[in-house]
Protein backbone atom coordinates (compact mmCIF):
# COMPACT_ATOMS: atom_id res chain seq x y z
CA UNK A 1 0.00 0.00 0.00
CA UNK A 2 1.54 3.24 -1.21
CA UNK A 3 1.28 6.84 1.03
CA UNK A 4 -1.34 7.88 -1.50
CA UNK A 5 -3.62 4.68 -1.29
CA UNK A 6 -6.29 4.05 0.96
CA UNK A 7 -7.45 1.05 3.26
CA UNK A 8 -11.45 0.26 1.59
CA UNK A 9 -12.84 0.99 4.26
CA UNK A 10 -11.38 4.24 4.66
CA UNK A 11 -12.85 5.40 1.06
CA UNK A 12 -15.55 8.21 1.72
CA UNK A 13 -18.51 7.21 -0.43
CA UNK A 14 -20.89 9.50 -1.93
CA UNK A 15 -24.66 9.18 -1.45
CA UNK A 16 -26.32 7.36 -4.21
CA UNK A 17 -28.65 10.22 -5.61
CA UNK A 18 -32.62 9.02 -6.63
CA UNK A 19 -33.72 10.78 -9.43
CA UNK A 20 -37.44 12.00 -8.73
CA UNK A 21 -39.63 12.48 -12.51
CA UNK A 22 -41.93 15.04 -12.50
CA UNK A 23 -44.87 16.29 -14.10
CA UNK A 24 -45.13 20.12 -14.66
CA UNK A 25 -47.88 21.01 -16.52
CA UNK A 26 -48.31 24.67 -17.22
CA UNK A 27 -44.71 25.46 -18.07
CA UNK A 28 -45.30 27.77 -20.39
CA UNK A 29 -47.38 30.12 -18.42
CA UNK A 30 -45.66 32.82 -16.55
CA UNK A 31 -45.09 31.26 -13.06
CA UNK A 32 -44.89 27.85 -14.12
CA UNK A 33 -41.94 28.68 -16.43
CA UNK A 34 -40.01 31.49 -14.18
CA UNK A 35 -40.48 30.55 -10.58
CA UNK A 36 -41.31 26.64 -10.94
CA UNK A 37 -39.28 25.22 -13.92
CA UNK A 38 -36.30 27.40 -14.20
CA UNK A 39 -35.71 29.09 -10.08
CA UNK A 40 -36.89 25.85 -8.50
CA UNK A 41 -36.85 22.20 -10.64
CA UNK A 42 -34.01 23.41 -13.36
CA UNK A 43 -31.56 25.09 -10.34
CA UNK A 44 -32.32 22.00 -8.16
CA UNK A 45 -31.43 20.02 -10.94
CA UNK A 46 -28.35 21.71 -12.32
CA UNK A 47 -26.45 21.71 -8.75
CA UNK A 48 -26.68 17.81 -8.46
CA UNK A 49 -29.81 18.09 -6.54
CA UNK A 50 -30.27 18.00 -2.64
CA UNK A 51 -29.05 16.22 0.41
CA UNK A 52 -32.29 15.23 2.69
CA UNK A 53 -31.73 15.64 6.56
CA UNK A 54 -31.23 11.30 6.53
CA UNK A 55 -28.09 12.31 4.27
CA UNK A 56 -29.17 10.73 1.40
CA UNK A 57 -29.45 12.71 -1.60
CA UNK A 58 -32.16 13.43 -4.20
CA UNK A 59 -32.19 14.94 -7.77
CA UNK A 60 -35.06 15.89 -10.04
CA UNK A 61 -35.95 15.29 -13.79
CA UNK A 62 -38.62 17.37 -15.33
CA UNK A 63 -41.51 16.12 -18.09
CA UNK A 64 -43.04 19.03 -19.64
CA UNK A 65 -46.68 18.92 -20.86
CA UNK A 66 -48.72 21.97 -22.38
CA UNK A 67 -50.98 22.34 -25.07
CA UNK A 68 -48.42 23.53 -27.76
CA UNK A 69 -45.71 20.65 -28.71
CA UNK A 70 -44.03 23.60 -30.11
CA UNK A 71 -43.66 25.87 -27.51
CA UNK A 72 -42.72 22.63 -25.48
CA UNK A 73 -40.10 21.78 -27.46
CA UNK A 74 -38.41 25.45 -27.69
CA UNK A 75 -38.54 25.53 -23.49
CA UNK A 76 -36.82 21.87 -23.65
CA UNK A 77 -34.01 23.11 -26.04
CA UNK A 78 -33.50 26.14 -24.37
CA UNK A 79 -32.85 24.17 -20.61
CA UNK A 80 -32.05 20.68 -21.78
CA UNK A 81 -34.53 18.73 -21.04
CA UNK A 82 -34.95 15.21 -22.42
CA UNK A 83 -38.58 15.01 -22.15
CA UNK A 84 -42.23 16.72 -23.41
CA UNK A 85 -45.66 15.80 -24.32
CA UNK A 86 -48.78 17.25 -25.28
CA UNK A 87 -50.35 14.09 -23.78
CA UNK A 88 -51.10 14.20 -19.98
CA UNK A 89 -53.10 10.82 -20.06
CA UNK A 90 -50.05 9.20 -21.27
CA UNK A 91 -47.49 11.32 -18.47
CA UNK A 92 -49.79 9.79 -15.94
CA UNK A 93 -49.78 6.70 -16.86
CA UNK A 94 -45.69 6.12 -16.81
CA UNK A 95 -44.74 5.01 -14.08
CA UNK A 96 -41.53 6.85 -14.35
CA UNK A 97 -42.98 10.46 -13.45
CA UNK A 98 -43.71 9.92 -9.05
CA UNK A 99 -45.11 13.78 -9.16
CA UNK A 100 -47.39 15.42 -10.82
CA UNK A 101 -47.04 19.48 -10.12
CA UNK A 102 -49.68 21.87 -11.67
CA UNK A 103 -49.45 25.53 -12.97
CA UNK A 104 -52.77 25.88 -15.04
CA UNK A 105 -55.68 28.24 -15.23
CA UNK A 106 -57.55 28.12 -12.31
CA UNK A 107 -60.52 26.99 -14.12
CA UNK A 108 -58.57 23.94 -15.60
CA UNK A 109 -56.65 22.38 -12.44
CA UNK A 110 -59.62 21.13 -10.87
CA UNK A 111 -59.93 18.30 -14.25
CA UNK A 112 -56.41 17.89 -13.94
CA UNK A 113 -56.12 17.00 -10.68
CA UNK A 114 -58.34 14.15 -10.41
CA UNK A 115 -56.74 12.33 -13.13
CA UNK A 116 -53.76 12.36 -11.12
CA UNK A 117 -54.87 11.34 -8.08
CA UNK A 118 -57.06 8.54 -10.05
CA UNK A 119 -53.24 7.92 -11.45
CA UNK A 120 -51.84 7.76 -7.35
CA UNK A 121 -49.52 10.25 -7.95
CA UNK A 122 -47.99 12.45 -5.35
CA UNK A 123 -49.72 16.03 -6.16
CA UNK A 124 -48.02 19.78 -6.13
CA UNK A 125 -50.04 22.59 -7.14
CA UNK A 126 -50.60 26.41 -7.61
CA UNK A 127 -53.07 27.73 -5.85
CA UNK A 128 -56.29 28.15 -6.02
CA UNK A 129 -57.29 24.93 -6.26
CA UNK A 130 -59.94 24.67 -7.39
CA UNK A 131 -63.29 27.24 -8.53
CA UNK A 132 -65.12 26.42 -4.88
CA UNK A 133 -65.24 25.65 -1.87
CA UNK A 134 -66.92 22.28 -2.11
CA UNK A 135 -64.97 21.77 -5.35
CA UNK A 136 -61.46 21.90 -3.19
CA UNK A 137 -63.15 20.08 -0.76
CA UNK A 138 -63.61 17.18 -2.63
CA UNK A 139 -60.04 16.93 -4.31
CA UNK A 140 -58.61 16.88 -0.39
CA UNK A 141 -61.03 14.38 0.24
CA UNK A 142 -60.31 12.23 -3.02
CA UNK A 143 -56.78 12.30 -2.21
CA UNK A 144 -56.68 11.42 1.49
CA UNK A 145 -59.20 8.61 0.05
CA UNK A 146 -56.52 7.77 -2.28
CA UNK A 147 -53.26 7.99 -0.09
CA UNK A 148 -52.13 10.58 -1.99
CA UNK A 149 -49.74 13.01 -0.45
CA UNK A 150 -50.02 16.55 -1.67
CA UNK A 151 -48.91 20.34 -1.43
CA UNK A 152 -50.02 23.32 -2.34
CA UNK A 153 -47.47 26.68 -2.71
CA UNK A 154 -47.23 28.68 0.16
CA UNK A 155 -44.68 30.44 -1.74
CA UNK A 156 -45.34 34.13 0.54
CA UNK A 157 -44.33 32.55 3.64
CA UNK A 158 -41.15 31.92 2.39
CA UNK A 159 -40.39 35.78 1.68
CA UNK A 160 -37.37 36.91 3.30
CA UNK A 161 -39.71 39.71 5.42
CA UNK A 162 -42.29 37.39 5.98
CA UNK A 163 -39.36 34.67 7.45
CA UNK A 164 -38.12 37.70 9.15
CA UNK A 165 -41.42 38.48 10.44
CA UNK A 166 -42.01 35.32 11.80
CA UNK A 167 -38.55 35.03 13.64
CA UNK A 168 -40.07 38.00 15.21
CA UNK A 169 -42.82 36.76 16.44
CA UNK A 170 -41.66 32.91 17.32
CA UNK A 171 -38.90 35.13 19.82
CA UNK A 172 -42.29 36.95 21.84
CA UNK A 173 -41.51 40.26 20.62
CA UNK A 174 -44.67 41.72 19.75
CA UNK A 175 -46.03 40.95 23.63
CA UNK A 176 -49.70 40.27 22.36
CA UNK A 177 -50.20 40.90 18.73
CA UNK A 178 -53.16 43.26 18.60
CA UNK A 179 -53.54 44.23 14.56
CA UNK A 180 -52.28 43.61 10.94
CA UNK A 181 -52.23 46.25 8.01
CA UNK A 182 -51.69 45.22 4.65
CA UNK A 183 -51.27 47.16 1.60
CA UNK A 184 -49.93 44.72 -1.26
CA UNK A 185 -50.70 46.40 -5.30
CA UNK A 186 -49.57 48.40 -7.94
CA UNK A 187 -51.10 49.70 -11.07
CA UNK A 188 -51.66 47.72 -14.34
CA UNK A 189 -52.14 49.36 -17.51
CA UNK A 190 -55.11 49.12 -19.32
CA UNK A 191 -53.39 48.09 -22.28
CA UNK A 192 -54.42 50.66 -24.53
CA UNK A 193 -51.23 52.99 -24.41
CA UNK A 194 -49.52 50.90 -22.83
CA UNK A 195 -49.52 46.84 -22.84
CA UNK A 196 -51.28 45.34 -19.23
CA UNK A 197 -48.47 43.45 -16.83
CA UNK A 198 -50.98 40.59 -16.47
CA UNK A 199 -53.14 38.64 -18.57
CA UNK A 200 -56.79 40.03 -19.96
CA UNK A 201 -58.56 36.54 -18.14
CA UNK A 202 -57.79 38.16 -14.66
CA UNK A 203 -59.74 41.08 -15.09
CA UNK A 204 -62.76 38.27 -16.59
CA UNK A 205 -64.99 36.46 -13.72
CA UNK A 206 -65.87 33.96 -16.45
CA UNK A 207 -62.37 32.62 -17.25
CA UNK A 208 -61.73 32.49 -13.26
CA UNK A 209 -60.41 36.13 -12.72
CA UNK A 210 -60.08 38.34 -10.05
CA UNK A 211 -57.94 40.30 -7.70
CA UNK A 212 -59.54 38.23 -4.51
CA UNK A 213 -59.33 34.46 -6.17
CA UNK A 214 -55.84 35.38 -6.98
CA UNK A 215 -54.92 37.16 -3.48
CA UNK A 216 -57.23 36.49 -0.81
CA UNK A 217 -55.56 32.57 -0.94
CA UNK A 218 -52.65 33.93 -0.15
CA UNK A 219 -53.33 36.21 2.53
CA UNK A 220 -55.63 32.92 4.07
CA UNK A 221 -51.77 31.06 4.90
CA UNK A 222 -50.30 34.16 5.59
CA UNK A 223 -52.84 34.95 8.65
CA UNK A 224 -53.31 31.49 9.99
CA UNK A 225 -49.41 30.50 9.73
CA UNK A 226 -48.41 33.39 11.15
CA UNK A 227 -51.54 35.02 13.42
CA UNK A 228 -54.24 32.85 13.32
CA UNK A 229 -56.69 31.47 11.30
CA UNK A 230 -59.29 33.67 9.70
CA UNK A 231 -63.24 33.41 11.59
CA UNK A 232 -64.68 35.98 9.80
CA UNK A 233 -64.35 38.39 6.70
CA UNK A 234 -65.86 41.68 5.76
CA UNK A 235 -64.69 42.77 1.95
CA UNK A 236 -65.49 45.11 -0.70
CA UNK A 237 -64.80 44.05 -4.00
CA UNK A 238 -64.62 46.85 -7.14
CA UNK A 239 -64.43 46.95 -10.93
CA UNK A 240 -62.24 50.79 -10.50
CA UNK A 241 -61.46 50.31 -13.82
CA UNK A 242 -63.91 48.57 -16.57
CA UNK A 243 -62.45 49.55 -20.02
CA UNK A 244 -59.20 47.43 -20.64
CA UNK A 245 -57.58 46.21 -23.97
CA UNK A 246 -56.06 42.37 -24.36
CA UNK A 247 -53.50 41.12 -25.89
CA UNK A 248 -54.05 41.53 -29.06
CA UNK A 249 -55.29 44.91 -28.64
CA UNK A 250 -58.89 44.50 -28.53
CA UNK A 251 -61.17 46.34 -26.40
CA UNK A 252 -63.13 44.41 -23.52
CA UNK A 253 -65.11 45.10 -20.38
CA UNK A 254 -63.61 43.93 -17.22
CA UNK A 255 -66.24 41.77 -15.42
CA UNK A 256 -63.89 40.70 -12.26
CA UNK A 257 -63.13 43.19 -9.61
CA UNK A 258 -59.49 44.85 -9.88
CA UNK A 259 -59.45 45.59 -6.15
CA UNK A 260 -60.65 44.31 -3.17
CA UNK A 261 -60.75 45.85 0.66
CA UNK A 262 -60.73 43.48 3.58
CA UNK A 263 -61.28 42.94 7.23
CA UNK A 264 -60.41 39.77 8.77
CA UNK A 265 -61.20 38.86 11.77
CA UNK A 266 -58.85 36.06 13.55
CA UNK A 267 -58.66 33.69 16.35
CA UNK A 268 -57.20 34.94 19.41
CA UNK A 269 -58.77 38.39 18.65
CA UNK A 270 -56.11 39.83 15.91
CA UNK A 271 -57.51 41.73 13.55
CA UNK A 272 -56.56 42.35 10.00
CA UNK A 273 -57.22 44.55 7.07
CA UNK A 274 -55.64 44.06 3.95
CA UNK A 275 -56.00 46.35 0.89
CA UNK A 276 -55.26 44.49 -2.39
CA UNK A 277 -55.33 46.40 -5.77
CA UNK A 278 -54.27 46.35 -9.41
CA UNK A 279 -55.43 50.16 -9.76
CA UNK A 280 -52.78 51.69 -7.06
CA UNK A 281 -49.69 53.41 -7.65
CA UNK A 282 -47.30 52.57 -5.22
CA UNK A 283 -45.74 54.67 -2.29
CA UNK A 284 -44.72 52.22 0.01
CA UNK A 285 -40.97 50.60 -0.02
CA UNK A 286 -42.04 47.61 -1.32
CA UNK A 287 -45.01 46.45 -3.34
CA UNK A 288 -46.40 44.23 -0.63
CA UNK A 289 -46.07 45.87 2.94
CA UNK A 290 -47.62 44.58 6.51
CA UNK A 291 -47.86 47.07 9.58
CA UNK A 292 -48.25 44.35 12.45
CA UNK A 293 -48.78 46.09 15.76
CA UNK A 294 -48.14 44.41 19.19
CA UNK A 295 -48.54 45.34 23.17
CA UNK A 296 -44.50 45.50 23.28
CA UNK A 297 -43.72 46.37 20.19
CA UNK A 298 -44.45 47.04 16.13
CA UNK A 299 -42.82 45.96 12.74
CA UNK A 300 -43.34 46.51 9.17
CA UNK A 301 -42.51 44.07 6.34
CA UNK A 302 -41.97 43.75 2.83
CA UNK A 303 -40.72 41.21 0.58
CA UNK A 304 -37.51 41.54 1.97
CA UNK A 305 -37.00 44.22 4.49
CA UNK A 306 -38.00 44.50 7.84
CA UNK A 307 -38.16 47.25 10.68
CA UNK A 308 -38.97 47.36 13.96
CA UNK A 309 -40.24 49.73 16.71
CA UNK A 310 -40.00 48.58 20.27
CA UNK A 311 -42.19 50.12 23.23
CA UNK A 312 -38.93 51.61 24.96
CA UNK A 313 -38.21 53.56 21.74
CA UNK A 314 -41.95 54.51 20.52
CA UNK A 315 -42.04 58.31 20.67
CA UNK A 316 -45.07 60.61 21.79
CA UNK A 317 -46.85 62.01 19.10
CA UNK A 318 -49.28 64.96 19.89
CA UNK A 319 -52.02 65.70 17.70
CA UNK A 320 -52.43 69.23 16.85
CA UNK A 321 -53.72 70.38 13.22
CA UNK A 322 -52.91 73.84 13.57
CA UNK A 323 -48.74 73.26 13.34
CA UNK A 324 -46.63 71.60 11.13
CA UNK A 325 -44.90 68.25 12.98
CA UNK A 326 -41.62 68.48 12.07
CA UNK A 327 -40.50 65.18 13.71
CA UNK A 328 -39.06 62.54 11.84
CA UNK A 329 -40.63 59.63 12.22
CA UNK A 330 -39.34 56.80 9.97
CA UNK A 331 -35.89 57.59 11.74
CA UNK A 332 -37.68 55.93 15.33
CA UNK A 333 -37.68 52.71 13.14
CA UNK A 334 -34.30 50.05 13.48
CA UNK A 335 -33.65 47.77 10.71
CA UNK A 336 -33.73 44.19 11.46
CA UNK A 337 -30.86 42.62 10.19
CA UNK A 338 -30.74 39.21 7.39
CA UNK A 339 -28.89 37.32 9.84
CA UNK A 340 -29.27 34.42 7.06
CA UNK A 341 -29.20 33.64 3.70
CA UNK A 342 -32.53 33.34 1.60
CA UNK A 343 -32.87 31.51 -1.38
CA UNK A 344 -36.12 31.93 -3.74
CA UNK A 345 -38.92 31.01 -1.83
CA UNK A 346 -40.40 28.45 -4.68
CA UNK A 347 -37.43 26.54 -4.68
CA UNK A 348 -37.42 26.69 -1.08
CA UNK A 349 -40.73 25.15 -0.72
CA UNK A 350 -39.94 23.06 -3.43
CA UNK A 351 -37.42 21.32 -1.25
CA UNK A 352 -39.25 21.04 1.79
CA UNK A 353 -42.00 19.04 -0.09
CA UNK A 354 -39.35 16.89 -2.18
CA UNK A 355 -38.03 15.65 1.48
CA UNK A 356 -41.46 15.15 2.88
CA UNK A 357 -42.42 13.31 0.10
CA UNK A 358 -38.86 10.86 0.27
CA UNK A 359 -38.54 10.42 3.49
CA UNK A 360 -42.46 10.45 4.24
CA UNK A 361 -43.23 12.84 6.67
CA UNK A 362 -46.13 14.91 7.15
CA UNK A 363 -46.64 18.09 5.10
CA UNK A 364 -49.48 21.05 6.79
CA UNK A 365 -49.88 23.01 3.51
CA UNK A 366 -51.64 20.32 1.35
CA UNK A 367 -54.94 20.23 -0.50
CA UNK A 368 -56.85 20.97 2.53
CA UNK A 369 -55.00 23.96 3.78
CA UNK A 370 -55.54 25.03 -0.03
CA UNK A 371 -59.17 24.66 0.38
CA UNK A 372 -59.30 26.50 2.97
CA UNK A 373 -57.84 29.52 0.65
CA UNK A 374 -60.69 28.82 -1.21
CA UNK A 375 -63.22 29.52 1.22
CA UNK A 376 -61.80 32.86 2.21
CA UNK A 377 -61.70 33.74 -1.36
CA UNK A 378 -65.18 32.43 -1.99
CA UNK A 379 -66.51 33.89 1.71
CA UNK A 380 -64.93 37.37 0.45
CA UNK A 381 -67.31 37.45 -2.94
CA UNK A 382 -69.97 36.83 -1.36
CA UNK A 383 -69.52 39.23 1.95
CA UNK A 384 -69.21 41.93 -0.79
CA UNK A 385 -72.09 40.79 -2.78
CA UNK A 386 -74.67 40.75 0.46
CA UNK A 387 -73.06 43.62 2.18
CA UNK A 388 -72.23 41.76 5.24
CA UNK A 389 -69.39 39.79 7.46
CA UNK A 390 -69.36 36.19 6.62
CA UNK A 391 -68.49 34.02 9.43
CA UNK A 392 -65.69 30.96 8.02
CA UNK A 393 -66.89 27.51 8.85
CA UNK A 394 -64.01 24.92 9.48
CA UNK A 395 -63.34 22.54 7.04
CA UNK A 396 -62.33 18.97 7.40
CA UNK A 397 -61.74 16.12 5.79
CA UNK A 398 -64.86 13.38 4.92
Avoid at 54 to 73: C, H, I, N, Q, Y
Avoid at 92 to 106: G, N, S
Avoid at 149 to 161: A, E, I, N, Q
Avoid at 365 to 379: I, K, M
Amino acid sequence: MTDTTLAPDAVATAPQVREIGIIMNGVSGRMGYRQHLVRSILAIRDQGGIELSDGSKVTVKPLLVGRSAGKLAEIAAEHGIEDYTTDLDAALADPRWEIYADFLVTKARATALRKAIAAGKTIYTEKPTAESTAEALELANLAAAAGVKTGVVHDKLYLPGLQKLKRLIDSGYFGRILSVRGEFGYWVFEGDWQPAQRPSWNYRTEDGGGIIVDMFPHWNYILENLFGGVESVYAQASVHIADRWDENGEHYTATAEDAAYGIFELAGGVVAQINSSWTTRVDRDELVQFHVDGTHGSAVVGLFGAKIQHRNATPKPVWNPDLADGHDYDADWAQVPTNEIFQNGFRQQWEEFLESYVLGTGYPFDLLAGARGVLLAEAGLQSSAEGRKVELRPLDLG
